[in-house]
């Protein structure tokens, strides 16, 4: 109350958290309330991602990931030129979903702090982690398309083709195009501007119905992978 620089007082405040933690639970609660409050006055505007990022440190003194991971989303966001501060709370919110075990979700925060910015011991554990933590997201990103891919090839295909549409139908809207008409679409295959390089429409002609199209892909596929049998789940297995 008597400090005349806020982040002095922020700072003061989890350091005395840190001293009395074990004396009542509550006093957390009471500090974080107290931030949150400070985070409300627009005078503290300019230091709102340290209150969120020590708001974040006071969850993490307790286990409450959860909690710490959203305060730590809003310290990023309402971060406006503290490159030093964006990437302590990079760090902090991976350190806390690693906690969790969210593993592959630790991956995007530890790739986007800069280390450099950090003092050694926390640099160390972000390049450590950094790169486990990106194959799982990798792998996680695999399996939930996969995923999502055996469950719309297991649907009727009556529902399957209304899934498709509708899914076709937002995508569309969110880009801001216009909705489709039975002549783009066509004999030829869906129209397919603004997707990957394989669909694009060349004069109406449909990738699976271009010979020399199709047998690029094939040897594409044939150089990443090498010779695999056409089975479900090889990637996966």
Do not use: C
Not at 13 to 27: E, F, M
Not at 67 to 78: C, F, K, P, R, V
Not at 110 to 121: E, I
Not at 211 to 223: I, K
């Amino acid at each position: 109350k008597t400090a005349v620089d806020p982040v002095m007082d922020i700072y003061a405040r989890l350091n005395t958290i840190r001293l009395r933690k074990g004396d009542d639970p509550r006093i957390i609660d009471q500090n974080i309330a107290d931030l949150m409050a400070l985070a409300r006055k627009d005078s503290y505007r300019m230091y709102r991602d340290i209150i969120y990022y020590a708001a974040g440190l006071f969850e993490m003194e307790r286990n409450g990931y959860t909690a710490a991971d959203g305060y730590l989303l809003q310290s990023i966001a309402n971060n406006e030129n503290n490159t030093r501060q964006r990437s302590q709370s990079f760090m902090l919110l991976g350190d806390a979903r690693y906690a969790h075990k969210t593993y592959g979700a630790a991956a995007m925060p530890y790739d986007s702090a800069n280390t450099n910015q950090l003092k050694s011991p926390d640099s160390m554990r972000v390049e450590t982690r950094k790169p486990g933590t990106k194959a799982v997201s990798e792998a996680e990103a695999i399996i939930a398309v996969q995923d999502s891919l055996l469950k719309v090839a297991a649907m009727p295909e009556t529902e399957r083709i209304e899934y498709v549409k509708s899914i076709n139908k937002k995508l569309r809207k969110e880009r801001g195009l216009k909705e489709e008409t039975a002549a783009s679409i066509g004999m030829n295959g869906p129209d397919a501007t603004g997707g990957a390089e394989l669909f694009t429409a060349t004069q109406g002609s449909w990738y699976f119905y271009d010979a020399s199209r199709r047998s690029n892909g094939f040897n594409a596929f044939r150089r990443k992978w090498g010779d695999r049998r056409n089975s479900d789940n090889w990637r996966r297995s």
